[in-house]
T-cell receptor, first 118, second 116 residues
């Protein structure tokens, strides 16, 4: 079974604080892909990052960074020096990649509502 | 702009009615996915089409159906609508070639359906 857990339902921070959004996943597939999406108040889903199961390198993109740890089945997302525009719901998602899996199908967590106050 | 176009953006209809949601994938993408986002269920996969053929089904009700046309656009048909069908319906497209390493799915802006 495929499952993504985002235990933090809501997080509030003040601008310029760093914030980490947690994501824990479950899968029996040996090949899989992990994603983060952002859903701002306007409602669209914006792709942020994809990670392959065989690549545990952490990644940094501007103020965003991602920490992928297979040993703990976690794929956490950190925003450094948060800004009001970062306020959104953030979704972690898993896509299984083994033979027989539905390629491209995403299993989403319930999302974390991040509010950044000025 | 993701390149995926969904119409209409908003739809209000009465219980028992039937509606059609439309999706145009990114240029060249052969896979189309439909998702439903509701407060109760979160983001749930409904169905996938690849190059006109149904590939996978998720938690899609029998009252719902979809198809993908030769020009690769897709439609999601919802019939005998109930209040609980009110949700945000997303279309996503990805993967130019089946079996290709899993690429990210790009989502349209969604259709917000309200059943009254």
């Amino acid at each position: 079974a495929q499952k993504v857990t985002q235990a933090q339902t809501e997080i509030s921070v003040v601008e310029k604080e760093d914030v980490t959004l947690d994501c824990v996943y479950e899968t029996r597939d040996t090949t899989y892909y992990l994603f983060w999406y952002k859903q701002p108040p306007s409602g669209e889903l914006v792709f942020l990052i994809r990670r392959n199961s065989f690549d545990e390198q952490n990644e940094i993109s501007g103020r965003y960074s991602w920490n992928f740890q297979k040993s703990t089945s976690s794929f956490n997302f950190t925003i450094t020096a948060s800004q009001v525009v970062d306020s959104a719901v953030y979704f972690c998602a898993l896509s299984p990649g083994d033979r027989g899996s539905t390629l491209g199908r995403l299993y989403f967590g319930r999302g974390t509502q991040l509010t950044v106050w000025p | 702009d993701s390149g995926v176009t969904q119409t209409p953006k908003h739809l209000i209809t009465a219980t028992g009615q039937r509606v059609t949601l439309r999706c145009s994938p990114r240029s060249g993408d052969l896979s189309v996915y439909w998702y439903q986002q509701s407060l109760d269920q979160g983001l749930q996969f409904l169905i996938q089409y690849y190059n006109g053929e149904e590939r996978a089904k998720g938690n899609i009700l029998e009252r719902f159906s979809a198809q993908q046309f030769p020009d690769l656009h897709s439609e999601l048909n919802l019939s005998s609508l109930e209040l609980g069908d009110s949700a945000l319906y997303f279309c996503a497209s990805s993967s130019r070639f089946e079996g290709q390493m899993n690429t990210e799915a790009f989502f349209g802006q969604g259709t917000r359906l309200t059943v009254v």
